[in-house]
Nanobody, 123 residues
Framework: QVQLVESGGGLVQAGGSLRLSCAAS????????MGWFRQAPGKEREFVAA????????YYSDSVKGRSTISRDNAKNTVYLQLNSLKPEDTAIYYC????????????????WGQGIQVTVSS
């Protein structure tokens, strides 16, 4: 089965930056769109960003537009999320996921999910 593993999380200062990585294994996912999601303490899981492997489409939630960039490295079967100008409210467990349609990831429709990685932003 397909496995997705997140890395690059940790503790950062408010205003700082970090880059999350999601590596896929078990099957080639070159035809899959991939996305990032997060769940903050006491809140529901929410969409963050998505990118299409076969097209040039990218999507961002309003909460991260202008300070977040999703990218991919097909040779490594890896997707990245660059987060800048981090705020305490960005603190959450971040998940990556894969699905057939990038746009549908905005509604949390995905076939495969990672186990998540903690991002904590201190004030």
């Amino acid at each position: 089965q397909v496995q997705l593993v997140e890395s690059g999380g940790g503790l950062v200062q408010a205003g700082g930056s970090l880059r999350l990585s999601c590596a896929a294994s078990g099957r080639t996912l070159s035809t899959y769109a991939m996305g990032w999601f997060r769940q903050a303490p006491g809140k529901e899981r929410e969409f963050v960003a998505a990118i299409s492997w076969s097209g040039g489409s990218t999507y961002y939630s309003d909460s991260v537009k202008g300070r977040s960039t999703i990218s991919r490295d097909n040779a490594k079967n890896t997707v990245y999320l660059q987060l800048n100008s981090l705020k305490p409210e960005d603190t959450a467990i971040y998940y990556c996921a894969a699905g057939p349609v990038a746009g549908r990831l905005r509604t949390l429709e995905a076939n495969y999910w990672g186990q998540g990685i903690q991002v904590t932003v201190s004030s």
